[in-house]
């Protein structure tokens, strides 16, 4: 990699820090060809369908099986802690998606507005990905105190009791009790309400990383997470803070990159989390230290879009894995809608 770098440097003093960082992160060249699958892969997001199935009885105008669907949205559900970029990546997703040059309005608004303790989120906050509006990007408060009540919010976002707009804290008398535990509490009557992919958002630049009470809180919630049937999903934010510092230290951004996954791997290990389904981003924003992060017709654009389009649909394929499963399990039978 440092090779990489330093011929890249030599071949054009003036090619700015986040080209390196694209290179680094993904190996894809920017070609005609590219940018074709990346237009197709948008393409596939802004006409989704969520999953459906047919019963035997036919439609008696048209006498076509009758199609039901097993979810009328699909829900992705991000969650971490404060500062971890849970918004900005909801509104990279957003922006590379629809190829837009902004954020989502009230993704903006969090954003511009962080309360005293840092949190931007508050509230159950739903962006939808594309124009129908079928696939649903929920936003959450970020977790700080790592208490029983930050735990009783996520099993209530888990359980699908959040709707949009809701404020997220308080306590509740039903989640002082172990009764989140019960199978009965993960039981959704209504699966267009639930979570369909849990993505764990975490800053790769924060240190210590992943350590002490934080990682007790995510080890128990990956846990249960994992016990109903949800796939595992983590998105390691700040890439390119890393980058910066290897740089600045003079270090192996490659060997850095690896030491995170690594991390997050080795903590996770009995949750059947997998490398591929670790991900490493920086996400869309204005400038931090002197380093604004992406605009259109910057070196280095492309590659960046296509990391959030594959993303989008890698979460919407589990998505779609998920409510399937659930479908299965809880209805044997077509009922007629």
């Known amino acids: 990699f440092r090779k990489m770098a330093d011929s890249l440097s030599q071949q054009n003093q003036s090619l700015p820090f986040f080209y390196n960082l694209t290179v680094a992160l993904s190996p894809d060249l920017e070609t005609e060809e590219e ?16 999953p459906y199935t047919t019963c035997e009885t036919t439609n008696l105008m048209s006498g076509d099986p009758t199609v039901v669907p097993m979810t009328t949205k ?11 970029g849970k918004s900005s990546l909801i509104g990279s997703l957003y922006r590379a998606v629809n190829k837009l040059d902004r954020f989502p309005d009230r993704v903006q608004q969090t954003l511009n507005h962080p309360d005293m303790e ?30 029983d009540q930050e735990r009783s919010t996520h099993y209530k976002a888990l359980r699908g ?44 630049s924060a240190e210590p990383f992943l ?6 809180h995510y080890r128990e919630l990956f846990q249960l997470s994992t016990e109903y049937g ?23 951004f490659e060997v850095k990159k690896a030491r995170k996954l690594d991390k997050v791997l080795f903590e996770f290990e009995r949750q059947n989390l997998t490398r591929q389904s670790i991900y490493l981003v920086t996400n869309f924003h204005d400038g ?16 960046a879009n296509k990391i959030f389009v594959d993303l989008a649909r890698d979460l919407v394929n ?20």
Not at 211 to 216: F, N, T
Not at 230 to 251: F, G, H, N, S, W
């Open 35 to 50: 940018e074709l699958i990346i237009e197709e892969r948008r393409r596939s997001i802004k006409s989704y369908v969520p």
């Open 74 to 84: 699909t829900n992705l559900v991000f969650i971490g802690p404060v500062g971890s």
């Open 118 to 147: 840092g949190h931007g989120t508050l509230h159950w906050l739903d962006s939808p990905l594309n124009q129908s509006g079928n696939i649903v990007l929920q936003d959450t408060r970020g977790h700080q105190a790592f208490d």
């Open 161 to 204: 009791f959040y709707r949009d707009g809701t404020e997220m804290g308080g306590s509740d008398s039903i989640f002082s009790k172990d009764w989140w535990r019960q199978k009965w509490f993960w039981q959704r009557a209504n699966l267009s309400e639930s979570p369909h992919c849990i993505v764990y958002v975490f800053d790769g």
């Open 211 to 216: 350590d002490g009470e934080s990682l007790e």
């Open 230 to 252: 949800y796939e595992p999903v983590v998105v390691i934010t700040c890439a390119d803070l890393m980058y910066q510092e290897a740089e600045m230290k003079r270090e192996n």
């Open 288 to 303: 931090r230290r002197g380093c604004k992060m992406w605009s259109e017709g910057d070196e280095g654009y492309l590659v």
């Open 318 to 337: 589990i998505a779609d894995r998920f409510i399937k499963r659930k479908y299965n399990e809880t209805r044997r039978t077509c009922v007629l809608l």
